[in-house]
Every structure is written in structure tokens, then in C-alpha cells.
């Protein structure tokens, strides 16, 4: 079913198929390549294979709003009425921000409207409409995180023969064509991944000397960068299940969950530790993950095995560099150290790693923490109840088919492969010119090799 859903919107919205040599979309994420540009083509041929790229844009844009509009009336709305079926939860965990979105491609697409040349559609200018509504692209995060839960949740109703019926019913009355609702469904996460294909065409067409060449230019880079953006995200969600397993491997846990406030496991190592003025050092293994820092300790026998020791909230802290030496606060001699100081209180963390590659790998950790927490705020992500519970759920059933609680610890091998320092972002000035616009392309992020050490681990009683 899900493979004809695909050609089913492919067929509907006649995408524009990206020539040799642009980007295209391989294995659900995006592979940006170098876009050639049109040169040396003869200007009348140009020009139209730029109004049929415009052309098919708007075309697709107002068959995409009646998708969402038969979304949201033809099953949001009327689900709502049957309180008998369903529940807000399930409503929220089936639809997502599908409405946020009706709204907002509405908008988009009446200002595209107002910006296409019914004559002359190549003379169109709608590269500065994406600029104009870039932030509010951030809202499909949401939903495509969102939609592996949904899929998993409308499942589990259409083992019901009331459900089947139900939405069959929703379908017809709406006059919509024959789709499941998966399909509808499906839409809005094609649709966020089109975007930088037909941006690319459209660019490809366009001259340097035309007045939307450098708007279409920033456009297909601020499109790239949010698609990249919502496939980091989701790969995060897919590691929750591991991070809640971590959780359970820890013996003595207090306190709040780590999915509570985490989504990512950002780096994790040994480390000398010392709290107060004058006071020991203290060997511990630290987990940095988005928001905390997890402190526990090795049994003395078992060395395998973890203890929680406590957290530190990575919000109320700024990460400093230490130099080599005679430490003031702690009155020790120090070095490869840093420290976390409280911003509310005298409070100080002082770290000692036993090699300088370890300590600026450690400064570097906490660089992307503190990026990844901005990113996040920027664009609302974090994870639902519902994913939460699942997760929660999948720990159980591990534990149970494995008749066990308890797993031991491998400390990683080597250091993130990524450098957060070194990571690029999307520059985009006021006034853009085709000097002034350059994108630095963040590689994906590979799984980190404690989750590679984590899985193949054996199993332990408590």
C-alpha cells in the first residue's frame, strides 16, 4: 500500500524530476550536490524551462493545500465528533500539527500567488517568498518526527473493522479519491523534501543576471539547511529507545528520567572531578547529554558496572577553559582541566583529563550541546509523551524477553566523529549578492560508538 501511496503523490504533483548533476533524494535524505547552471543555453529556451519549472511549483503548491484541506476536514474534523473512537491523545499522536501547517502553507502560498507573472511566468520573482517564510518551514519538524508514531498508532486502529469503516466514510463524504488516510498522511513529509529539488531546477533555468537568481540562490540554501535539520532530528528520535535503555543499565538511579529534558548522547568519558575548594579528586565516567551531565561511578569490583552519582543541569552553567597550573578557586595544582561555573551561585566544577586531546575534545562537546539546545529552542523541538511512553515500553519488553535488569557498561573507543567547532551554518545577509552567498554543508552525523558498544553489550542481574 505505502509503496503505491508514493506514486500516487508523485503522479498527482508531476514533480519536476531533477536534471544530471543536482541534488536528489536518497535513502529519505537529502544528497546536495553541485547544481549546474544553465549557461550558455539559448535565452527563449531558457526562459521557458524557467516558466515550467514556476509553473509546476504553483501547480503542485494549490494540489498540495486541497491535500491538507481534506486532512483537516475530512478526517480531523469529523474524528473530532466521534468521542466514542477517539481520544485527544490519539488525535494529537494521529494528526500532529497538521492544521499549524494548513495555515501556514495557505499563507505561503497566497503570497506566492501574488508574486507569479500570469504572462510571463518566467519574469516571476518567488524565491524572496521562501525567505520571507523560512522560520515558519520549522513547524514540519514536528510532523515528520511525529509520523512513524502516527503510522504506528492508525495501525493498531485498523485492526478494528469500526475504524476501517469510519474512515472510508470520512473519505467519501469529503469526495476525496481512493487513498487510505496514510496516504494523505503521507503528503507533508514529500512536500518538505521536494522543496530543494524543484529550488535547484528552478535555479538551473534562472540567469545570474536575473532580479530572483540570488533569492532563488538563498532559498534553495535555507531549504537544504531545514530538510537536512528535520532528518538530524529524526535521527535522534530513532536513539531514545537506546537512551532509555542506558537509563535502566544504571544501577542506584534517582530522579527525574533522562528523556525528560534529553534527546542526544553528546560525548562521554572518563574524567578527574573535584566540587570544593580543597577537596579530593574524584574519578568518574561523565555522559553529556542536551541539557545535563550525568555523573556515575565503576564498581570496585566489577568495573563493568555503573552507579548514578548525580547530574548537573547544563542551563545554569558556563563551560571556561583552565590554564595549566596553579588553580586560584581550588588552590591545586592543575592541568588539561576545565570548569563549569554556576550562573546563579559561587558554585564551581573543576575537570581534569589526563591528555590535552581529551580536554579540547571535552570543550568541544559542550560547543554542540550548547548549539544543538539553541537549535532545538529555535524550532520547538522535543519529544512527546507518547514517544516517551513507547520508549519506556520498549525497555520493558527488552528486559523482559531477557529475563534480566541490569547491562553492563563498555566505555567508548574514540571520540565523536564529527568536530561541532568545525560545523558549518547557512549565511544569508540582508542585502544578498552572489558574492555574499556560501553554504558549508554539515556531514550527518554518524551513531556515536558508545551506542555501537551499548548494543552488542551482555546482560547482567542486578
Known amino acids: 500500500m505505502t509503496l503505491h501511496l508514493f506514486l500516487w503523490v508523485n503522479q498527482e504533483d508531476r514533480a519536476v524530476e531533477p536534471a544530471e548533476g543536482t541534488s536528489e533524494v536518497q535513502n529519505g535524505h537529502l544528497d546536495p550536490g553541485n547544481d549546474c547552471l544553465c549557461l550558455g543555453q539559448p535565452l527563449q529556451n531558457r526562459d521557458q524551462m524557467r516558466a515550467n519549472v514556476i509553473n509546476e511549483i504553483m501547480s503542485t503548491e494549490r494540489h498540495y493545500i ?4 481534506d486532512i483537516c476536514e475530512g478526517y480531523l474534523r469529523q474524528c473530532r465528533k466521534r468521542v466514542d473512537m477517539f481520544n485527544d491523545d490519539q488525535l494529537r499522536v494521529i494528526f500532529g500539527n497538521i492544521e499549524d501547517i494548513y495555515r501556514f502553507q495557505m499563507g505561503f502560498v497566497r503570497d506566492l500567488e501574488k508574486q507569479y507573472n500570469t504572462e510571463e511566468p518566467h519574469l516571476s520573482e518567488i524565491g524572496p517568498c521562501f525567505l520571507e517564510h523560512q522560520d515558519g518551514f520549522w513547524i514540519y519538524s514536528e510532523y515528520c518526527n511525529n509520523h512513524l508514531d502516527a503510522c504506528m498508532e492508525l495501525s493498531k486502529l ?8 469510519f474512515f472510508e466514510a470520512c473519505r467519501l463524504l ?7 488516510i496514510d496516504g ?3 503528503t507533508p513529509v514529500q512536500k518538505i523534501c521536494k522543496y530543494p529539488l524543484q529550488l535547484a531546477e528552478l535555479l538551473k533555468y534562472t540567469a545570474q543576471e536575473h532580479s530572483d537568481y540570488r533569492y532563488v540562490a538563498a532559498a534553495l540554501a535555507v531549504m537544504r539547511n531545514v530538510t537536512q535539520q528535520i532528518n538530524e532530528r529524526k535521527r535522534r528520535l530513532e536513539n531514545i529507545d537506546k537512551i532509555a535503555q542506558w537509563q535502566a543499565s544504571v544501577l542506584d538511579w534517582e530522579g527525574d528520567d533522562i528523556l525528560d529534558r534529553s534527546s542526544e548522547l553528546i560525548y562521554t568519558g572518563e574524567l578527574s572531578w573535584i566540587y570544593q575548594p580543597y577537596g579530593r579528586s574524584q574519578q568518574r565516567v561523565f555522559f553529556l547529554f542536551d541539557h545535563q551531565l550525568v555523573l556515575c561511578k565503576k564498581d570496585l569490583i566489577r568495573r563493568d558496572i555503573l552507579y548514578y552519582k548525580g547530574r548537573i543541569d547544563m542551563d545554569r552553567y558556563d563551560v571556561r577553559d583552565a590554564i595549566d597550573g596553579r588553580d586560584d578557586d581550588f588552590n591545586v595544582s592543575v592541568k588539561n582541566a576545565f570548569k563549569l561555573h554556576n550562573k546563579d551561585t559561587e558554585e564551581i566544577h573543576i575537570f581534569l583529563a589526563k591528555k590535552l586531546e581529551e580536554k579540547i575534545r571535552w570543550l568541544r562537546a559542550f560547543h554542540e550541546e550548547r548549539k544543538m539546545v539553541q537549535e532545538d529552542e529555535k524550532i520547538g523541538f522535543e519529544i512527546s509523551e507518547y514517544q516517551k511512553r513507547q520508549a519506556a515500553m520498549t525497555v520493558r519488553k527488552v528486559t523482559k524477553q531477557k529475563g534480566v535488569s541490569q547491562n553492563r557498561y563498555v566505555p567508548p573507543s574514540s571520540p565523536p566523529p564529527q568536530d561541532p567547532i568545525a560545523q558549518g551554518q547557512y549565511i544569508l545577509p540582508d542585502h544578498l549578492a552572489q558574492s555574499d552567498l556560501y553554504e ?3 556531514p550527518r552525523r554518524s551513531q556515536s560508538p558508545f551506542w555501537q558498544n551499548f548494543g552488542r553489550l551482555a546482560l547482567l542481574k542486578k
Request: net charge positive; proline share 0%; charged share 25%.
Open 66 to 69: 486541497k491535500h491538507l484541506k
Open 158 to 165: 485498523m485492526k478494528d473493522g469500526r475504524y476501517q469503516h
Open 174 to 180: 469529503q469526495q476525496m479519491i481512493d487513498i487510505a
Open 184 to 186: 494523505f498522511l503521507l
Open 440 to 442: 558549508i554543508h554539515q
